[in-house]
C-alpha cells in the first residue's frame, strides 16, 4: 500500500473527528502529514517531506526562502496533496525553493483550499501559501514574515485542462 493510499485510510478512521479547523502540524524527522475534510466533508491530505541536501545538491549558492548564505539544514523534496481520492497536481516550483520548514497548515473553509508552509528563522523566516482546487495548485505566494509587504514573491500557474 503507497503512502498515499495509507494517508487515505488513516484519514478514513479520523474522519469523525476532523474538521475544516485550521490546525498547524510541525514537520518532525523530515516530513508532516495532515489530514481534514472541509465544510462539504471532503477529506483533504497532503504530505510534505524534507531532508538535508546532499553534497551534490545543484543550488547550495543559489536563492531560497528559509536562509541566506549558508547551506540550508533542509529542503523541501516532496508535496503531496490529495482531495478525496483524486490527487492534487502539484508543480516542483511550488515548494522547490523553500528551506528548513518547520510547519503546516490547511485552510479548507472554502474553495479554493490554501495550505500554509511556515519555515526558516528569525530574518529569514517566510510562509508560503499554496492556493489549490480539487485538481491544481494555482498560486503561490512567498512572503519573509519580517517584511511580508515589501519582500515576497507569487506564482500563478495555467493549465490547458478542457
Do not use: C
Not at 547551506?71 to 523553500?98: C, M, N, Q, R
Not at 520548514?101 to 517566510?126: E, K
Amino acid at each position: 500500500m503507497g503512502p498515499m493510499r495509507r494517508l487515505l485510510a488513516l484519514f478514513l478512521a479520523l474522519a469523525p473527528i476532523l474538521g475544516y479547523a485550521d490546525v498547524e502540524v510541525p514537520i518532525k524527522n523530515g516530513s508532516a502529514t495532515a489530514v481534514s475534510k472541509d465544510k462539504s466533508g471532503m477529506p483533504v491530505a497532503i504530505v510534505l517531506r524534507a531532508e538535508a541536501p546532499s553534497t551534490g545538491f545543484p543550488f547550495v549558492r543559489g536563492y531560497r526562502w528559509g536562509t541566506e548564505v549558508s547551506s540550508p539544514e533542509a529542503v523541501v523534496t516532496g508535496l503531496e496533496i490529495k482531495v478525496g481520492k483524486g490527487e492534487v497536481f502539484v508543480p516542483l516550483s511550488a515548494y522547490a525553493d523553500l528551506a528548513n520548514p518547520s510547519s503546516v497548515r490547511m485552510d479548507l473553509a472554502s474553495l479554493p483550499y490554501r495550505l500554509h508552509i511556515r519555515g526558516g528563522d528569525a530574518s529569514v523566516a517566510y510562509e508560503a501559501q499554496l492556493i489549490f482546487t480539487r485538481r491544481f495548485v494555482v498560486r503561490r505566494r512567498v512572503a519573509n514574515l519580517s517584511f511580508p509587504e515589501s519582500a515576497w514573491e507569487e506564482t500563478r500557474y495555467s493549465y490547458n485542462n478542457k
